[in-house]
């Protein structure tokens, strides 16, 4: 079977495991997964959803947020690592929105990476969930279950990006980078995976070298 052939069975299998995979960081507004985002810079999903209901509370719109005071934001954040960076990388950002975007966020890759704190995958991220326009997102789970799968052999996330660009249609780009978090936390996890019990064995490289 080729790598693209490889992919879309990958896709259909794994859609049918985790039919309700979908971002894990709760937001309601586009602006508010940009922030969420931010927050999970070495930081568990869980933990975000955690902060995020009183940071939301306290600053309900994007305006509010732009003006909001840094040390009062560091507070709110206080239990998400590196809260100092990603204060002012929350706070720059709202301000960059508000005044050179009219308060939306950009539907445009390139727009989105010059906010600060937003690197290719909060783009892509934000390119796919609230716009509905096709990106992978490479993440740890994504980068390591594809290596395994057999769907690339790079390890840098653009690389692997490319890679998988190259096999996967491009109407399945959003949902794959959520695929392989839902199967990296529930099969295909990092310090065992359970191959016998997952989906993907008759055609995972891992799986067939073994
Ligand atoms: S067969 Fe094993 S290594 Fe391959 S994706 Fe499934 S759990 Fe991961």
Redesign the pocket.
């Known amino acids: 079977m080729d790598k693209s052939r490889i992919a879309t069975t990958v896709v259909q299998r794994l859609r049918q495991q985790y039919p309700d995979a979908q971002c894990t960081l709760d937001f309601q507004e586009p602006w508010q997964l940009l922030v969420a985002a931010i927050l999970s810079a070495q930081c568990t999903d869980a933990r975000v959803n955690l902060i995020t209901p009183g940071l939301f509370s306290r600053y309900s719109t994007l305006d509010s947020l732009a003006q909001a005071d840094l040390a009062d934001v560091e507070q709110l954040i206080r239990s998400c690592g590196l809260f100092r960076t990603k204060a002012r990388a929350i706070l720059g950002s709202a301000t960059r929105l508000v005044t050179d975007f009219n308060g939306t966020l950009p539907p445009d890759r390139e727009a989105l990476m010059s906010l600060p704190g937003v690197g290719r995958k909060i783009a892509n991220l934000l390119l796919g969930d609230c716009f509905g326009i096709p990106a992978i997102v490479v993440d740890t789970h994504c980068a390591r ?1 594809s290596a ?2 057999g769907l690339t052999r790079q390890t840098l996330p653009l690389a692997v990006e490319k890679d998988l660009a190259e096999v996967l249609r491009p109407e399945d780009w959003i949902a794959y980078g959520h695929l392989m978090v839902s ?1 990296g936390r529930a ?2 996890v990092a310090r065992k ?3 016998p ?5 008759n055609i ?4 067939l070298r073994r």
């Open positions: 279950v395994l799968i199967h099969i295909c995976p359970d191959c019990g997952c989906p993907l064995q995972c490289q891992h799986a």
